[in-house]
């Protein structure tokens, strides 16, 4: 993996290309306001527009957002379709800034369990962004870890079947080849907000080497002196990817 560049701005020494989020928390964020948990998601789309604003200004690369998981069906079914509704809404209300501010959109997840009309939003979205460079913003949706492995050891025993490759064939590199955002930088900062501490899915195999941050603010509550507080902590620690830390000292030198 390549090494962090140099920040764009600020003064860092190590920033993050790719930061993962689990944007956990809008429903106590509501609940402890005696509100509804829907006014606790609606809060949570502010925080998602200040935190994307804060990579752009940062320099930040790819940023990936949980933002329903393949287990988040299991929620009532009220919430499901207000969700769905939000991200609809979302959508369609961001896109054109996004487009301005150079954000290139992507999504990852089953989407074939969503509405039609909000597959052909998503598919819209990103063939309008594609060719945008300052940010990638990938929205993790009816996603889950263990579905993006399961998809990609699909996709190789179909290949093997079809005589386009031997089962031996098959190792590290050819797996992660099939997973989505193999093409991207891997994360390199994890933040998990809501004060749980646990990866519920998200990017299993992605998150290797990430250096993972939990926060016990909600995430409505997620600002941008909070969002400098984790590159803060990443850009204290030291990435040993294996090695000791007098090699990577030594190589930093070099
Ligand atoms: C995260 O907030 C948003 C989604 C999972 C869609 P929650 O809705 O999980 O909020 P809490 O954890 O109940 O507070
Ligand atoms: C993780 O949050 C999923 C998203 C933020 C989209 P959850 O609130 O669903 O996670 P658990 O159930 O507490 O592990
Ligand atoms: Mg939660």
Request: contains cysteine.
């Amino acid at each position: 993996m390549e090494p962090p560049r140099t920040p764009r701005r600020g003064t860092r020494q190590q920033l993050p290309r790719h930061v993962a989020i689990i944007m956990d928390g809008n429903g106590r964020w509501a609940r402890r306001r005696g509100l509804p948990r829907a006014l606790g998601h609606r809060e949570g789309v502010k925080a998602v527009r200040r935190t994307v604003e804060a990579c752009l200004d940062t320099g930040v690369e790819v940023l990936t957002l949980f933002a329903f998981s393949s287990e988040n069906w299991r929620r009532p079914a009220t919430e499901v379709g207000l969700l769905m509704d939000l991200f609809l809404r979302t959508l369609r209300k961001e896109i054109t800034r996004l487009h301005r501010n150079g954000v290139r959109l992507r999504f990852i997840g089953d989407r074939r369990a969503f509405p039609q009309r909000l597959q052909e939003l998503m598919q819209e979205a990103e063939r309008q962004t594609a060719d945008n460079e300052r940010l990638t913003l990938v929205v993790a949706v009816n996603y889950g870890g263990r579905w993006d492995m399961a998809e990609a050891a699909r996709r190789l025993a179909a290949r093997v079947a079809a005589g386009e490759m031997a089962a031996d064939d098959i190792d590290v590199e050819t797996l992660q080849r099939e997973l989505s955002i193999h093409d991207l930088p891997e994360p390199d900062l994890f933040i998990r907000t809501g004060g749980e501490q646990r990866i519920s899915n998200f990017l299993l195999w992605q998150l290797a080497y990430t250096e993972l941050y939990f926060t016990d603010l909600l995430w409505p509550d997620f600002d941008r002196a909070a969002f400098d507080e984790a590159l803060d902590s990443f850009a204290g620690r030291q990435r040993r990817f294996g090695r000791t830390g007098e090699q990577v000292e030594q190589s930093r030198r070099a």
